[in-house]
């Protein structure tokens, strides 16, 4: 079973690594798209997922990354990939910031906590104009060409990827997990959980960042509105939700899935895409809360490592 | 250029920010109430409190309704658009983890927004009934704004009657104090949940008719109103019903300086900044205990 998922794992990451040369622009700039997504749900999956605290405002630190990486390239003349992955720095130091004082907040506190942050977040950018330009944002050249996006944006799909298989094979993730099934239990163990709550957070806050540093490049213009949406927190977690959350492929599968399912049905019906949105919540929340793979781990009883 | 603050520009500030405080109060106790039972956040709370402006709006606009005479329409539909989620979806999660309860009010909350836009459109509306204001001294008291808040506390106040004087208002204390035992007790913990989140709902309703008379009507208003609920709730203390009275108002006035003495913008960060100090410094609230 190992060496056959290894050479499929391996043969879908040729594929994908070859594939720019061989499809249509539209294809590339798509899966642009549900690499961001594979991200975004991947870093969510780090925090919420393994440890149960649920950040409901992820979309915090993508969006501190683009402004990030737009005013280095903009303000400080910085290539876009250095810009990009500085998008890390500056959202995980947000994700300490704010981390080491609401991690200690049980339950819907820490979730509205973090819902509150996005806005206000927002509400920073839109002050201070002289460097983000306020509400109009922050233009950037257009790219020339849409391989080494693509190639950067795999990269931090597949870097959150290992990132989750590395800690979920790991003491540290074992570790997350208890800290999910029983917070005080794992305490009396003798697990520093404040200390371990809070590397996890910062992880799963760095991904975002860069993806958000180089969704700033590709989009070539962000704007407050348009880059801190409470909609893409909620998508990036129905995502792993709908793959199963606490899961390695889970982000993965639900990523995919909902961008293609999102590009062949949503987009034909512009006007009630919300509405659509809305309902296929309410339904992964009632019918499926356990995801894609947490029914398949049951059923066939996977090892909890994929 | 230097703008000078005087004694009477801050006594403006304090008294907008009660005036608004008063609607906050009156809002954020809907929240807190099916907080406390059922542990649920909703997230919805906003957009029931849109439906509420809406309902003001139409009748206003077609019948040419007094918007305060409304309020006598817009709380018992919205009771019953409450009962209804309640009893449709809510219930299922009444139980689960908080990630379920606000993923599911926020799914209830944009399929519900999108419609109204679908239904009504998102242009902006207004009610224009009552505009001006009395001058009391050095200070302008806005009309709409003073009718609302005395609305809005008379309201509060029939909502602790029914908590603190009837059979009802004792079993919903009961139950968000103490749900097994509330059981136990011969409460029947499903039909409070029923009353409470109509009640809820019914209270964002009312909160949504004073709403229409101050400020523009769209189907995306009621956003803001959620996460200053919680606020409140989290000023008062969870479970503290009077302390999210209190709260309200401190909010309000919160707000009232910021903006005057800061920038409007910067209002909510101020607002977030007291959140988090309030959650670490006392969790339990500014008025620990009941009051």
Redesign the interface.
Known sequence: MKPLAWGIGLGILAGLAIMPFFVTSYIVTFTIQIFMWIALAGSWNLI?GFT?Y?S?GHVAFFGTGAYTAAILILKAGWPWFPAGLAGSVTAAALALI?GY??L??R???F???M???N??VR??V??FEDLTGGGSGISLPPILSLQPVYYAMGGVALAVFSLTYLIITSRFGLRLLSIREDELAAEVMGIPTARLKLYAFLLSAAGPGIAGGFYAWYASHIEPLGTFPL?TT?TM??MC?FGGKGTVLGPVVGASLLSIFQELVWARFL?????I??????G???LM?KGILGVLQERYRLPRTI | MPIYITGPMLLQGVVSGLLAGGLYAMVALGLALV?GVM?V?NLAHGTLLMLGSYTTYWLFALYGMNPFLSLFLSFPILFVVGGVLQKV?VH??VN?????S???T??????????AM?GWTSDYRSVEFLTGSFLLGPIALSKPRLVTFGLALAITGLAFLLLNKTKIGKAIRATSQQRDVAQVCGINVRRIDLITFGLGAGLAGVGGSLVSVMFSIFPEMGQVYV?KS??VI?LGGAGNYPGAFFGGLILGVVEGLASLLL?A??S??IA?ML??IV??VR?TGLFRGRI
């Open positions: 919420s149960g649920v409901f704010i004082p609401c200690r907040l339950g819907p506190y979730a509205i906590a819902l509150g942050l806005e206000v509400a920073l839109s002050y909609l909620i977690i129905i939700l006007f009630v895409h919300q509405a949105f809305g309902a296929l919540i309410v992964v929340v009632l809360p | 907080f542990r956040i979806f299922r999660v689960a983890p908080e990630l379920s606000l993923l599911l926020f799914g209830i909350s944009i399929l519900i927004a999108n419609l679908l996460f919680f606020l989290v920038s913008q910067l909510e960060v977030y959140l988090v959650l670490l969790p």
